[in-house]
């Protein structure tokens, strides 16, 4: 079983930052391609941006390039997301997954999934 647990969730002001980690209890880590999702309420989950193994391959939504940046650290188990210049949009439950995917960007190819953090941006 692979468990992944998110944190660095918060209430921040329009214009802040925050980061967000994720830290996988298995030490095959570095062979799973990882992403961040994210869902508001009432809303469909929502590709971020994934990264895979080797950190060779990174894609982001549009909605999110140039102001958030994804990063994994396979010797600590670990996956990065820098969220720069947040906006009232970026508001919802972000998750960590991980599996032995190719098209990074379909949530339903992933295995496994951490429980989410709140990220809240108010208007």
């Known amino acids: 079983q692979v468990q992944l647990v998110e944190s660095g969730g918060g209430l921040v002001q329009a214009g802040d930052s925050l980061r967000l980690s994720c830290v996988a209890s298995?030490?095959?880590?570095?062979?799973?391609?990882m992403g961040w999702f994210r869902q508001a309420p009432g809303k469909e989950r929502e590709f971020v941006s994934a990264?895979?193994?080797?950190?060779?391959?990174?894609v982001y939504a549009d909605s999110v390039k140039g102001r958030f940046t994804i990063s994994r650290d396979n010797a600590k188990y670990t996956l990065g997301l820098q969220m720069n210049s947040l906006k009232p949009e970026d508001t919802g439950v972000y998750y960590c997954?991980?599996?032995?995917?190719?098209?990074?960007?379909?949530?339903?190819?992933?295995?496994?999934w951490g429980q989410g953090t709140q990220v809240t941006v108010p208007p």
């Open positions: 997954a991980a599996g032995l995917v190719r098209d990074l960007h379909n949530g339903n190819l992933y295995d496994y």
């Open positions: 990264i895979n193994w080797s950190g060779s391959n990174i």
């Open positions: 298995v030490r095959t880590f570095h062979s799973y391609a």
